[in-house]
């Protein structure tokens, strides 16, 4: 009798230490309409494989889990694409199956434009649809000749409705504007370009050309500083520059819309 109550309690014991040596893989993302595929190796004991259970958004799976490899059907669960989705794979503590395909439940760009204006207080405006997950829209500016990035706002990632703003800086003359999203790809999807002109806004010089401490602007500008071999060595925005700590020689600077250079004494 003895002897099998100490069975009993080791048999106990090794039930409690296998449930309890077990991990789980977590991925969190945006149903994209496609499906996850898992590579599912043995357990480490060797008997069965290392996949026990998955759950999506914490609903059991019907998947065929055990094989060397499986797939996490998403159609059972009718969800729309740009849904949030977790996705949990549990397994034993000794072995981990990999995820082939992650990159599936990563946000995608795929906004549309319904409007897009600035108004004449000088703030950017634009409405979007068809958003499948949260992306920052990054604003870009037309000046010296390239879109330069002016600032950034986060995306909601809703299917409608979705309304953003953004005050811009504009330089004098006539201003172009655009935002894009970068998602995992990492090729940019970008709006069409509006335009604004400000004719209150004069054009911005600056002197001295030959410079020994400061430079000064006739008014506040984002402004580039490039060195002889076209490395940015200095950027902002001000209606003064400290020139003090540059090197001397021939410096290149972009302004307001112009572009110059200037010689460090």
Not at 90 to 118: A, R, W
Not at 129 to 151: H, M
Not at 152 to 166: D, I, P, V
Not at 206 to 218: E, G, L, M, N, T
């Amino acid at each position: 009798m003895k002897r099998a109550s100490i069975a009993l309690i080791i048999l106990i014991g090794l039930v409690a230490s296998t449930s309890i040596a077990a991990s789980t893989v977590i991925l969190e993302g945006n149903y994209q309409g496609k499906n996850l595929f898992v590579q599912n190796p043995f357990a480490g004991s060797g008997v069965g494989f290392c996949t026990f259970e998955v759950t999506i958004n914490d609903q059991v799976t019907t998947d065929e889990i055990n094989s060397s490899a499986f797939e996490i059907d998403f159609s059972a669960f009718q969800l729309e694409i740009g849904a949030k989705v977790v996705v949990k794979i549990k397994h034993g503590d000794d072995c981990k199956p990999k995820v082939l395909n992650p990159e599936v439940l990563k946000p995608k760009s795929t906004f549309d434009i319904i409007s897009m204006k600035i108004d004449d207080k000088g703030v950017l405006g634009w409405n979007t649809n068809n958003e499948t997950g949260r992306l920052p829209y990054i604003i870009e500016q037309f000046r010296w000749n390239k879109w330069v990035k002016v600032g950034e706002e986060e995306g909601t990632g809703q299917k409608a409705n979705n309304s953003y703003t953004f005050k811009i800086t504009p330089h004098s003359g006539e201003n172009k504007f655009r935002v894009k999203q970068v998602d995992y790809s990492r090729r940019p999807r970008y709006s069409s370009s509006v335009k604004f002109r400000n004719p209150t806004i004069a054009p911005v010089t600056f002197a001295p050309q030959k410079v020994k401490d400061f430079i000064v602007f006739s008014n506040e500008t984002m402004y580039e500083i490039y060195d002889a071999y076209g490395n940015i060595v200095k950027k902002g925005f001000s209606d003064k520059l400290d020139a003090t700590n540059l090197k001397r020689g021939t410096y290149y600077i972009n302004y307001d819309k112009e572009m110059g250079k200037f010689l460090k004494k």
